[in-house]
């Protein structure tokens, strides 16, 4: 791209000073390059294909500069033009995932280029992605999210490779949109492939209702067709919801399995050795349907349905996410019928697979009822992908581990070699190096550039760990990141301001209540409580910031969000101790807030209970950045500490094997009566300390705890229990900071004990381990 100067240039001459003109016209002139290599990419060799309802990608277009090696130049041109070099920050987030499934699978597309593995991802191209977030009166509301408002010069639709997808009473084409996903420093491209779903040719406008005046009925194929890649993760309290949920995951899945398979078709391979072409992972159960669907396109092809089952066990794994019940996926028989009823008979050939290997294994009668694919008449996902794929892994060595002795133990019984763990990673190439340049300007000339593609080179980084200058430069970055943060947070959240000399205690990740933020609020609360009552004389002031989506339907997360909003009005605004403590939930958190508040972070929270998060990503990309984890012993948070050291972070609650023993009579009520700290928390739930304008919202979150709840078991998450560990180890690591110098000293042991967290490490573990590549 030796002539990318001269046609940058020549762009910003053509474009002057306007963002999105600029945006779309660089776009183009790096797509001009890799276009066509773009287009072969499918062709030759076994590939990998990722499989997944979620890829929160964030802003490409630096990213993609900086794999190109094309960013300082963008940058030092733009400047030399008169043009901010951050210009691109207005540029909207792709926002295609909610949480760490989709940035991890994002994660590993981007690891992959840049080690030559030829990995595709296959997702939906979502007209709105999640939802932009804003609140009015401390309430959660939700506006579409338009991510293609600039454009989308980075994707590329293919017209001519769409694939047909038949529902009960409906078929819509899955046309697929290409976005490159590149290398760093490599001249390795392969591909992300989102579907959107459009109405049959003919059918996008009925003439003769439109002519009777029925307008919404000329228009309602074409509607009904485009809903199904409308929104990501649609309401589904209802039937409609569901069925729109089994819709989308069938949607893309098929149309994936399709593409793949018209590829395999054009290099004239036979369909008995499918698998030695395609090695296809299940990211999570929502492409599960995969299993029969594969099965069904091969018979098609003409083989039996051993073959093919033979074929398809060869071809998928399947990833899993999640330890809790409710989270592995059940869909009713009769709904799943009523949108996909072709795919219907070949669950029940798989079910009856099962029944034949059972047996041989000398399972018969109700024992089978904890395998069984189909029982009492609902679709166990989970247990349809353990059986129709090759490979299980978890995503973190607890989580994996509690896999085989709990969630999934019958399968492991079973299958034992069949269960591997991949503990995940995140790419430090957008979560250092771009996120941080800093940062990542004082490791490089510490200890050269080879971390950017082995992350185990930071290490040597740990010779430093007593050098003054270093760690006063760690200090200093710090409060340049923290600068930045502030300068953002003013335009974002309507003039806010930070107190750079303060704590930054950062809590930002999806809102469910295993991850605690409720717990967090307390903690606040109990602090605010004892400053007003002069029992905390030495407190380091702190600035806690909270950044998370609730989703729509889930009214007891929208109720913590509006809690939390509640205790920083309170706090704010009480000149007694609002030189102490502040307290900020920001709007619309997404990837490119994260890249801000992530460098600043000094106190990571971390804080699920143990046993509930699967691994978690956040608390690996606070660590390559400096910030300690305050947290659990739960999910990767574990294998955090044992590379960096429990002496470099804050560990506290119960641990999986406390709560076993604790869980049959655990009595949060008790401990409310009898603690007057927890009960005086709690109570500003109910007693009128707070607005809470819906008039129910926070008195659900009080009976949540206290009980009687209306769903789940009171305290379901353990929050009572670990409350005053918690903040005992929340004002040990306040007292820690004051240390500034041994404060440097332990985010230095967590930087350069971060090496293991690369995603580029777990990729090259699922391409030898997992898909043979």
């Not at 078709?265 to 036979?270: I, R, V, Y």
């Not at 949108?339 to 034949?356: A, D, F, R, T």
């Not at 900071?737 to 967290?757: P, V």
Request: net charge negative.
């Amino acid at each position: 791209m030796s002539s990318y100067k001269q046609k940058l240039e020549s762009v910003i001459h053509a474009n002057g000073k306007k963002p999105k003109e600029l945006y779309n016209a660089i776009s183009a002139a790096v797509m001009e390059e890799i276009e066509p290599r773009l287009k072969a990419v499918s062709s030759g060799g076994r590939r990998a294909s990722y499989l997944s309802m979620e890829f929160l990608i964030g802003r490409v277009v630096y990213a993609n500069l900086f794999n190109l090696k094309l960013l300082d130049e963008t940058k030092r041109i733009l400047a030399d033009n008169g043009l901010d070099p951050n210009m691109f920050e207005q540029i909207e987030d792709c926002a295609l995932g909610n949480g760490g499934l989709g940035r991890l699978a994002a994660c590993f597309l981007d690891s992959a280029a840049t080690h030559n593995l030829p990995l595709d991802g296959y997702g939906i191209r979502y007209r709105y992605g999640l939802f932009k977030q804003y609140f009015d009166k401390g309430f959660q509301n939700e506006i579409p999210d338009n991510w293609t408002n600039f454009g989308d010069p980075w994707s590329v639709r293919r017209e001519d490779e769409r694939v047909r997808i038949d529902f009960k009473g409906q078929s819509v084409w899955a046309v697929p949109y290409d976005m490159p996903v590149i290398g760093y420093g490599n001249n390795t491209l392969n591909r992300l492939r989102l579907w959107k779903a459009e109405p049959l040719t003919g059918q996008e406008f009925n003439f003769d209702e439109f002519n009777k005046q029925n307008y919404d009925a000329a228009f309602s194929v074409k509607n009904q067709a485009e809903a199904i890649s409308a929104v990501l993760y649609p309401n589904d309290d209802t039937d409609e919801g569901k069925r729109l949920r089994i819709k989308q995951q069938y949607f893309f899945t098929s149309a994936s399995l399709q593409s793949m398979f018209r590829d395999f078709k054009a290099n004239g391979g036979d369909f008995a050795d499918f698998h030695k072409s395609y090695a296809v992972q299940l990211n999570d159960t929502h492409p599960a349907v995969a299993v029969p669907e594969l099965i069904r396109l091969l018979i098609q092809e003409n083989l039996s349905f051993n073959e093919a089952f033979e074929v398809t066990q060869k071809t998928l794994a399947y990833t899993n996410h999640t330890l809790m019940a409710e989270a592995l996926e059940k869909w009713d028989v009769e709904l799943f019928c009523s949108v996909v009823p072709e795919v219907y008979p070949y669950i029940v050939m798989v079910q009856n697979e099962l029944g034949y290997f059972l047996h041989k294994k000398g399972i018969d009668g109700g024992a089978r009822q904890i395998y069984n694919i189909i029982e009492e008449k609902r679709i166990h996902m989970a247990r349809l992908a353990v059986f129709g794929t090759h490979t299980t892994n978890g995503v973190a060595q607890l989580h994996t581990d509690l896999l085989k002795s709990d969630t999934l133990k019958e399968w492991h019984e079973l299958y034992p070699k069949k269960f591997l763990n991949k503990t995940n990673g995140i790419t430090q190439r957008r979560w250092l190096a771009l996120c941080n340049p800093e940062l990542s300007q004082l490791i490089t000339e510490r200890i050269g550039d080879k971390w950017l593609t082995d992350l185990s080179e930071l290490k040597r980084f740990e010779a430093f760990k007593d050098d003054s200058n270093t760690l006063n430069r760690l200090n200093e970055i710090k409060r340049l990141k923290k600068e930045q943060l502030s300068w953002h947070v003013k335009f974002h959240e309507y003039g806010a301001t930070l107190d750079l000399d303060s704590i930054f205690d950062i809590q930002v990740k999806r809102l469910h209540e295993y991850k605690r933020q409720l717990l967090n609020a307390f903690s606040i609360l109990d602090l605010y409580f004892s400053l007003k009552d002069g029992e905390l004389k030495d407190l380091h002031p702190m600035t806690f910031l909270f950044g998370a989506k609730a989703a729509p339907g889930y009214y007891r997360a929208k109720g913590i969000i509006k809690f939390i909003n509640e205790i920083a009005k309170l706090v704010n605004n009480d000149p007694d101790v609002n030189d102490k403590l502040k307290v900020l939930f920001v709007q619309n958190y997404n990837v490119s807030y994260a890249e801000k508040l992530i460098p600043a972070c000094d106190i990571s929270e971390q804080i699920s209970t143990a046993g509930t998060e699967a691994s978690g990503t956040g608390n690996m990309k606070f660590m390559l950045n400096g910030g300690l984890t305050l947290g659990t012993y739960d999910g990767a948070n574990i294998e955090i500490v044992q590379n960096a050291g429990e002496e470099n972070a804050f560990i506290f609650g119960a641990r999986v094997e406390d709560i076993v023993k604790i869980a049959p009579k655990y009595n949060p009520k008790e401990i409310y009566e009898t603690n007057p700290r927890i009960r005086r928390v709690l109570d500003t739930l109910i007693d009128g300390t707070l607005s809470d304008e819906s008039g129910f919202m926070l008195k659900e979150l009080y009976s949540a705890i206290v009980g009687p709840a209306y769903y789940g078991r009171d305290d379901h998450y353990y929050l009572l229990l670990d409350f005053e560990d918690y903040v005992d180890a929340k004002l040990k690591a306040n007292n820690a900071y004051k240390d500034r110098q041994n404060w440097a000293k332990m985010c230095l042991a967590n930087i350069a004990n971060a090496g293991f967290f690369s995603s580029d490490r777990t990729i090259l573990e699922y391409a030898k381990e997992i898909w043979n590549l």
